[in-house]
């Protein structure tokens, strides 16, 4: 018999638009400015505003027992809040992080206790400084695809933790901070909303430009093991430099593409924000206008898997990502990974 002729005929599919119902922040009160870097390492303000636009950057207040999962949870609660929703509302909690509060469990489920959201899946996602962004494209799929209505992703990271406050570490003690962002993603009966393109990449042999080595068997070859490494982000700066350059516009012109629309179609571009320079660049090679991609590095420096979320939930807050309109989020960081999500929201 053909099993093709028994095969039960799927229920026709509704369209599910996706909407961004919500959105929250947190950044820890502690703030670690230039002067601050200045008395602890052989460096200056001039050469990190010059270098990479960063004045000041938070860090979570470890002897007072601030970790990750604190800066999740308010970020999420401020995102329920902010869609009108509770914690039992919630299918699903996807937490982009590189810096779990612990190996297990996955901290998505810690903050799943600490806000009450039952026995919604939780799980982590790690992409480095691509997390959220992947995290939205994971996120939208799942509910455009009608199992999940929806899904609290947070992107979280306190990068501060494996950081060498001293000579050795200042080429990357600089860049890195802290902090939380999180978004409520929930199905809608407007198809009009949610992804039009996106993409996810990576590419392992560039594992060796950012990682964080433990033991011995974790330097790559041809760099002698360095304990005195271990536990701290070691990265070759100019070639994620270089990388990120080159990545970012041609992540956004494959994104375009994708849609078959133009950069001046784009009311919002939400960047990674690794490097000022970096972010510039991308803005002269399309000739966007500044207050088309946003820029807070100054303020609270690179937040890793925080980044995006943060930019989205203060573009939301001002008012400067409204109803209906496109917006672009990109990202690139370790693995080496690189992605892009462009909504119409
Ligand atoms: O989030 C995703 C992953 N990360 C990134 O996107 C980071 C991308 N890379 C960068 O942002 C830049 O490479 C850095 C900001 C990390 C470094 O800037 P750079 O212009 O690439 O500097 P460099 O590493 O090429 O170093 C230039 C010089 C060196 O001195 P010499 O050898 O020329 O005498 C460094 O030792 O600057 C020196 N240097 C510093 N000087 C003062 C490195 N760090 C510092 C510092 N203060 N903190």
Redesign the pocket.
């Known amino acids: 018999m053909d099993a093709r002729v028994n095969r039960p005929v799927p229920p026709p599919v509704r369209p599910i638009g996706v909407r961004i119902a919500g959105t929250g922040s947190c950044l820890p009160a502690k703030v670690l400015t230039n002067a601050d870097l200045e008395k602890v390492?052989?460096?200056?303000n001039d050469?990190?505003v010059q270098?990479?636009g960063i004045r000041t950057r938070h860090i979570t207040d470890r002897q007072a027992g601030e970790s990750v999962k604190d800066l999740a949870v308010a970020a999420l609660r401020a995102a329920l809040s902010d869609a009108g929703l509770t914690a039992k509302d919630l299918d699903l909690i996807l937490m982009a992080t590189m810096t779990p509060e612990m190996e297990c469990p996955a901290s998505a489920c810690i903050v799943s206790q600490m806000v009450g959201a039952g026995h919604a899946g939780a799980m982590d996602l790690n992409a480095a400084?691509s997390g959220f962004v992947f995290g939205m494209n994971i996120a939208h799929d799942l509910i455009r695809g009608g199992t999940y209505r929806t899904i609290g992703l947070i992107g979280a990271d306190t990068l501060s933790r494996l950081m060498d406050y001293s000579n050795a570490g200042?080429?990357?003690a600089?860049?890195f901070g802290d902090g939380a962002g999180a978004a409520i993603l929930r199905a809608t009966d407007d198809t009009s909303k949610g992804i039009l393109a996106q993409s996810m990449h990576a590419d392992g042999e560039g594992w060796k430009d950012?990682y964080v080595p433990h033991t011995d068997h974790d330097f790559p070859a041809g760099t002698p093991p360095d304990r005195s490494k271990c536990g701290y982000v070691q990265?070759n700066?100019?070639s994620?430099?270089k990388f990120?350059v080159g990545t970012f516009p041609d992540l956004i012109q494959e994104t375009l593409d994708k849609a078959g629309l133009k950069a001046s179609d784009v009311d919002m571009f939400v960047c990674?924000q690794?490097?000022q320079r970096?972010l510039h660049a991308a803005r002269d090679r399309f000739g966007l206008p500044e207050d088309k991609l946003y820029i807070n590095i100054d303020r609270v420096g690179?937040t890793?898997g925080a980044s995006v979320p943060l930019c989205l939930d203060e573009l939301r807050k001002s008012g400067r990502i409204r109803d209906g309109h496109l917006v672009m989020f990109v990202a690139?960081?370790?693995g080496l990974t690189w992605g892009s999500s462009l909504w119409r929201v």
């Open positions: 390492m052989d460096t200056s050469w990190i270098r990479t400084c200042r080429s990357t600089i860049i950012i990265m700066g100019s994620v430099f990120a990674h690794s490097n970096i690179n890793v690139f960081g370790g």
